[in-house]
Structure formats: structure tokens, C-alpha cells
């Protein structure tokens, strides 16, 4: 079964710096990936997803995520973050086939003002 | 537009009581699902259904129930409550598996089992 890594569990970045939020995925086929940034209190709200195509992809929010098929690696980045970016972010898995979405264990995002 | 909707938002429960989340989408998704959410673990998947009355388990099924009698409802069953199912429960839909495996969730169910 696919599997998602994110080797952070918590960053903390000044407001203004750049992000990078890492994802690390087994799967043997091409998955779909996706990011989903989830505020407190809230439910899960899609950031950006990849499917085929151009590894590089845009998001909402100034977000965007390249895939590296090398590396089984989707990680999600931003130039300059905002106060308001401050949430858990999750990445996920899921396969054509497979109706079985996994999710990582989600970053804590802190921004410093 | 609703999306998905969770009831009841928050609940507590004593170990050994049954009770029912429910879950209602108005996108006419074909496929369903329940995850938990604990601290450390991110989202786990419960149960799934790729349609009206077919369900399936996903990672961690034991202790819960599920059925789709229509599209639009897929209520998640506590059999007998135990303190270990203490979690936020959220709901998500999405269109079957393809090219808009993209799915929408509800605002989570907090349940706490004393």
C-alpha cells in the first residue's frame, strides 16, 4: 500500500522568509498527489494536487509543489509567507485504481512576526 | 453550497455507548469516506464506499460500522465506545477514482469517550 512521509513535524519561519515543506511517498505506480492545508479548528482545504503533466504545480494561496519522481518526493513551497499561513499542512496519496487516500502525519506551521 | 456537512460537531460519549456520526453531501460524489484524526498520526482512513451500498474497510476499521443506503449519506456507527476512539472524525467525498480523485471534507466530528 502507498505510504506519505513528512519528516517535519513542526517548522517555525520568520513572516516574509520562504517555505518548504517536505513529502516523501512510496508508491510503485504514479500516484496522485495532493496538499491540503487544514486552520484550526477546520476541516481540510485542497492547496494543490498533481495528476501528470508538468511536475511543477500552482496552488492557491501562493503555494506551489514540484514533483520528483527520483526522489518519491512532492514538497510544497512558498517565497514568502504570511501570518495567515499558519496551519497543519498534510500531503497525500492516492492511486488511479485505488480508492485508499493516505495521508502524512501533517507539519505544524509556525510564522514568527 | 453546503459541501459536505458533519453532525454533530462536538460530542462525549461513556465508554460502552453506541452513537451515529452522520455525514451528508449534496455534490452527488460517488465515493465516500471516514477518516480519524490523532495528534502525531494525521488522517487515517476508517471505511470508504465507492458508491450506494458498497462499502469497504480502509486502515483502521475495527470498532465502527458503515452503510450508504443513498448517494448523499454515509453515516459512520460507535458500536460500543471506547476511550481509544477518542478523535476528531471527518468526512470527505469525491468523485470516483480517476482523474478527479480530489477530495472535500466536512468540519470534523470531536468525539470524546469517557
Known amino acids: 500500500a502507498q505510504s506519505v512521509t513528512q519528516p517535519d513535524i513542526h517548522i517555525t519561519v520568520s513572516e516574509g522568509a520562504s517555505l518548504e515543506l517536505r513529502c516523501n511517498y512510496s508508491y510503485g505506480a504514479t500516484p496522485y498527489l495532493f496538499w491540503y492545508v487544514q486552520s484550526p479548528g477546520q476541516g481540510l482545504q485542497l492547496l494543490l494536487k498533481?495528476?501528470?503533466?508538468?511536475?511543477l504545480v500552482q496552488g492557491i494561496k501562493g503555494f506551489e509543489a514540484e514533483f520528483k519522481r527520483s526522489q518519491s518526493s512532492f514538497n510544497l513551497r512558498k517565497p514568502s509567507v504570511h501570518w495567515s499561513d499558519a496551519a497543519e499542512y498534510f500531503c497525500a496519496v492516492c492511486s488511479y485504481n485505488n480508492n485508499d487516500m493516505r495521508f502524512g502525519a501533517g507539519t505544524r506551521l509556525t510564522v514568527k512576526p | 453550497n453546503a459541501g459536505v456537512t458533519q453532525t454533530p460537531k462536538f460530542q462525549v460519549l461513556k465508554t460502552g455507548q453506541s452513537m451515529t456520526l452522520q455525514c451528508a453531501q449534496d455534490m452527488n460524489h460517488e465515493y465516500m469516506s471516514w477518516y480519524r484524526q490523532d495528534p502525531g498520526m494525521g488522517l487515517r482512513l476508517i471505511h470508504y464506499s465507492v458508491g450506494a451500498g458498497i462499502t469497504d474497510q480502509g486502515e483502521v476499521p475495527n470498532g465502527y460500522n458503515v452503510s450508504r443506503s443513498t448517494t448523499e449519506d454515509f453515516p459512520l456507527r460507535l458500536l460500543s465506545a471506547a476511550p481509544s476512539q477518542t478523535s476528531v472524525y471527518f468526512c470527505?467525498?469525491?468523485?470516483?477514482?480517476?482523474?478527479?480523485?480530489?477530495?472535500?471534507f466536512g468540519q470534523g466530528t470531536r468525539l470524546t469517550v469517557v
Open positions: 470527505a467525498s469525491s468523485y470516483s477514482p480517476g482523474q478527479n480523485t480530489e477530495a472535500f
Open positions: 498533481y495528476f501528470s503533466g508538468d511536475t
